[in-house]
């Protein structure tokens, strides 16, 4: 079993649509949790972190995590064709590491 | 605020030679993690070192080190290089070295091995 895995891709939604990523990890160790957002020949850009359980929202990004379940997702409503990317979870259970999901392709078209 | 900058941005080596790859962390970050990102083997964690100490380390030969100066800068060599060794190494820097500290990314290094 990997240690992240990510649901599997490419995802793809019609502009204006909810993307709805998913995520699960299996150390229950695990302290935080990050999404990162990829673009073709970039480094991963940080999008949104989250500690605790529940939903944290920040614009059109909503991260929810369930521990008990030892699940992370992300939502992206009114999605735009510039939100097309790679969007990776990572996972910190230890000191200054973090494990990444493979990561999902996403594409917005319009 | 100016970001993690990362140098060369891109280097050629052939089999066997060395390398050395530098991060600068932004201002006032302390922690410097290293990753490889390739096709196959997505984002791996190599090492990461805070105050100048290591304090975590991926599953890596000993051919990859690292190290880290009191400016917090900090640099990666990898020695008698391979051709699995191609890849795009990332390094990221935070506040600290603990569990609620996000990690922001420089622009990496791409490495091609020939």
């Known amino acids: 079993q990997k240690e992240v895995e990510q649901n599997s891709g490419p995802l793809s939604v019609p502009e204006g649509a909810i993307a709805s990523l998913n995520c699960t990890y299996s150390d229950r160790g695990s302290q935080s949790f990050f999404w990162y957002r990829q673009y073709s020949g970039k480094s991963p850009e940080l999008i949104m972190s989250?500690?605790?359980?529940g939903d944290k929202e920040d614009g059109r990004f909503t991260a929810q995590l369930n521990k008990a379940s030892q699940y992370v997702s992300l939502l992206i409503r009114d999605s735009q064709p510039s939100d097309s990317a790679t969007y990776l979870c990572?996972?910190?259970?230890?000191?200054?590491?973090?494990?990444f999901g493979q990561g999902t392709i996403l594409t917005v078209h319009p | 605020k100016a970001g993690v900058t990362q140098t060369p941005r891109y280097l050629i080596k052939t089999r066997g030679q060395q390398v050395t790859l530098s991060c600068s962390p932004i201002?006032?970050?302390?922690?410097v993690s290293w990753y490889q990102q390739t096709p196959g083997q997505g984002l791996q964690f190599l090492f990461e070192y805070f105050s100048e100490t290591q304090r975590n380390k991926g599953n890596f030969p000993g051919r990859f080190s690292g190290r880290q100066f009191s400016n917090s800068r900090s640099e990666m060599n990898v020695s008698t290089l391979e051709l699995g060794d191609s890849a795009l190494y990332l390094c990221?820097?935070?506040?600290?070295?603990?569990?609620?500290?996000?990690?922001?990314f420089g622009p990496g290094t791409r490495l091609t091995v020939l």
């Open positions: 989250i500690y605790s359980n």
């Open positions: 201002s006032g970050h302390r922690s």
């Open positions: 990572a996972v910190k259970a230890s000191y200054g590491k973090l494990t």
């Open positions: 990221a820097s935070s506040t600290t070295s603990g569990s609620y500290n996000e990690q922001f």
